[in-house]
């Protein structure tokens, strides 16, 4: 990675954070294999188990959940987005997307080296 440089063309800014909430480690796991097989991706982060409380279809729900946050491209936001409702088993996956506001030049260029579009 250290020979890696950023283009002047690339910003933190095109860099984005995806996080997901899963409902086992399975689904995180297949998840995160999925996106960066296909390369839409750079890399994937399993939190360990979360407690989440929301109100589904009428009802107060108390779930465990995995967070899993995903590191890609902002131009491979849609198709990671679709990609993860492919193989998420909710109705209604919480997918967040969150631009990168400073990021080191060596890693911006990992990301774009690493990912491809579809």
Known sequence: MNSLVAPPTLTPMQIIDILVNC????????????LIDQ???AC????A??????HWQGKLEYAEEHPLLLKTRADLAQPVEDAIRKLHPYEVPPILRTRVDGANTDYIAWVYDVTRAP
Do not use: C, F, K
Request: net charge neutral; hydrophobic share 30%.
């Open 49 to 54: 188990p979360i407690q989440s409380s929301y």
């Open 39 to 41: 390369r839409l991706v």
């Open 23 to 34: 409902p086992s480690i399975e689904t995180a796991d297949t998840i995160s294999a999925a």
């Open 44 to 47: 994937s982060n399993r939190y």
